[in-house]
T-cell receptor, first 114, second 109 residues
Framework: IAGITQAPTSQILAAGRRMTLRCTQD?????MYWYRQDLGLGLRLIHY???????GKGEVPDGYSVSRANTDDFPLTLASAVPSQTSVYFC?????????????FGPGTRLTVL | GQNIDQPTEMTATEGAIVQINCTYQ??????LFWYQQHAGEAPTFLSY??LDGLEEKGRFSSFLSRSKGYSYLLLKELQMKDSASYLC??????????WGAGTKLIIKP
């Protein structure tokens, strides 16, 4: 593994189903982030974690939850998917939190909720 | 509210120079990033400015004026592979990163 990996690459999901998007980094970065990217909109922060064991809400947290049990993994869970959650989801990490460190992005997960 | 403005789309010719502007209105300022994103791929870091002035890195340069709430990304000697979206992002006073919607740059031969 080099950098950040995400799984799955893409997924089609029925509305109401539960889904977990996985994210793993091997750079020993303290901070990790989940974004969604929709056409015509900038990256929007869903949740973040500045260090293992802590998480925080971003701009659009409703309908999503995260956990940070260790440094490397930061899964994002959709408890009951809705069509408005159709988007491309990017996981990112940075050496430190606080918005002044370069963020490194995973390849993304393309999610379609029908 | 917080806002970052970039042109939606720009077109330029291979070998030419293009300037992509970014204006921001945020609650405070703690730095400005430029990222490049090719279609279907993840954003990748290009530059970071926290002080006024020009930062040059090869064919790419980034300029910042904090008093004007303004930055630009200058791309020289354009190549076809420079066709991508360019994202401007500002760190506000709460150390949150605010992202612009991005500028899609189309390079024509």
């Amino acid at each position: 593994i080099a950098g950040i990996t995400q799984a799955p690459t893409s997924q089609i999901l029925a509305a109401g189903r539960r889904m977990t998007l996985r994210c793993t980094q091997d750079m020993r970065h303290n901070a990790m982030y989940w974004y969604r990217q929709d056409l015509g909109l900038g990256l929007r922060l869903i949740h973040y974690s500045n260090t293992a064991g802590t998480t925080g809400k971003g701009e659009v947290p409703d309908g999503y939850s995260v956990s940070r049990a260790n440094t490397d993994d930061f899964p994002l869970t959709l408890a009951s998917a809705v069509p408005s959650q159709t988007s491309v989801y990017f996981c990112a990490s940075s050496a430190a939190g606080g918005g002044t460190d370069t963020q490194y992005f995973g390849p993304g997960t393309r999610l379609t909720v029908l | 509210g917080q806002n970052i403005d970039q042109p939606t789309e720009m077109t330029a010719t291979e070998g030419a120079i293009v300037q992509i502007n970014c204006t921001y209105q945020t609650s405070g300022f703690n730095g400005l990033f430029w990222y490049q994103q090719h279609a279907g791929e993840a954003p990748t870091f290009l530059s970071y400015n926290v002080l006024d002035g020009l930062e040059e890195k090869g064919r790419f340069s980034s300029f910042l004026s904090r008093s004007k709430g303004y930055s630009y990304l200058l791309l020289k000697e354009l190549q076809m592979k420079d066709s991508a979206s360019y994202l401007c992002a500002v760190t506000d006073s709460n150390y949150q990163l605010i992202w612009g919607a991005g500028t899609k740059l189309i390079i024509k031969p």
